[in-house]
């Protein structure tokens, strides 16, 4: 019986293995393809206290001049990038119970730009334990338009926005699935 139970173990063993191994591979990646976990970046903000990671082939862009509130700027390609902002707007204690206040905060801030179309109403999400909602929405017309992914995140009297572009707009559905993941990476409370 001592053997049957060996047997069972190794066999788990392995198979853990070999799940755990396909797992790594699906993880970021800059085009869908399968990158080692070793591949990414964790970017640390350490005003804001959050992080994120993404792809090691992306490359950091630098910073407009002027643009105090810019934490990151990534970018995979000229269709695909990200800018990730922390902007103090003193909203106090945003929880999810209480996020349906700062929407018409959030639907003001992108109402700004009359270029910018809704693809669907904003979903409430939470990244990282912190409450904020994401937009989907394009910009622009033919080449100097895009779409954006853009989540607005409210911690601790701070507003942290990241924002994922495709370029052209019809990139959007193709790379939003590398933008999730690369969201999904967002840590709300680093120390």
Known sequence: MN????VVVIVAAVL?????????????SPDGASAPRADVVRFKDEVSKFSIAY?????????????????????????????????????ENVTKQSLPVVKKFTDDLLSE????QL?????????????GYRYRYTYGE???????????????RRMIQLVFQAVPATRLAEL??????IAGTFEGDIT
């Open 3 to 6: 053997r049957k139970l060996l």
């Open 16 to 28: 853990a293995l070999v799940v755990g191994a396909a797992v790594g591979r699906n993880l970021i």
């Open 55 to 91: 792809p090691a082939s992306w490359r950091v862009l630098p910073a407009t001049a002027g643009d105090g509130d810019l934490s990151l700027r990534v970018a995979r390609d000229d269709a695909a990038s990200m800018q990730v902002r922390s902007t103090v707007v003193g909203l």
């Open 113 to 116: 730009d009359k270029r910018v």
């Open 119 to 131: 693809l669907k109403q904003p979903d409430p999400v939470e990244l990282g334990g912190v409450p």
């Open 142 to 156: 033919g080449a100097t338009g895009g779409a954006h992914d853009h989540y607005f995140l409210f911690k601790d």
């Open 176 to 181: 939003e699935s590398t933008f999730q993941r």
